[in-house]
């Protein structure tokens, strides 16, 4: 692959792959209304989370204000300025699991893992969010597990047992 940045920006980013992909994934959007979201959405798909230097690289390749793309980063709840676990954990504090008890299945996750919610465990294994509703309300109490749905979760016994088969 021609790993030469065509943009003239002395970026020196061009040894690194994962800026060089998201290099011609911004080319591809040029002249697109609207590309600041999806060009996000790719990069946080190649790097796991947006530092400010990959936003900066954005705005410098696109134009887009990096205070626009900050606003955007930390609006939507999909994009993270943080490195993200391995696993997703999100406990859902929507109405109908609050009053069903999420906040001890969200309590008790912390303590399992050892950390509060937005954090990331040192071993980089989970990240924990208290999330909106998730969809199944029927179920809450709900966590969430990268796309596996936990409901009906009243024992908190139980919660050590399923983080457990995260842990391997
Ligand atoms: S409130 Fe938790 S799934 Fe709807």
Avoid at 36 to 42: D, H
Avoid at 60 to 66: A, C, E, L, R, S
Avoid at 125 to 146: H, K, N, Q, S, Y
């Amino acid at each position: 692959m021609d790993n030469e940045c065509k943009c003239n920006c002395n970026c020196n980013k061009t040894e690194d792959s994962r800026y060089v992909d998201l290099k011609a994934f911004i080319d591809s959007m040029s002249g697109v209304d609207g590309a600041a979201m999806p060009i996000l959405q790719e990069a946080q798909r190649i790097f796991g989370y947006l530092p400010l230097e990959v936003q900066k690289f954005i705005s410098d390749h696109t134009g887009v204000p990096i205070a626009e793309l900050y606003g955007i980063t930390t609006f939507y709840s999909q994009f993270s300025i943080e490195p993200r676990g391995k696993h997703h954990v999100g406990v859902c504090l929507g109405t109908a699991c609050y009053v069903k008890g999420s906040q001890k299945v969200l309590d008790k996750v912390s303590e399992d893992l050892g950390i509060r919610v937005g954090e990331t465990t040192a071993d980089g294994m989970f990240t924990l969010d208290a999330t909106r509703c998730l969809g199944c309300c029927g179920l809450a109490p709900v966590m969430m597990i990268d796309e596996d749905v936990y409901g009906k979760l009243e024992d908190m016994d139980a919660i050590p047992g399923i983080l457990a088969k995260y842990k391997r």
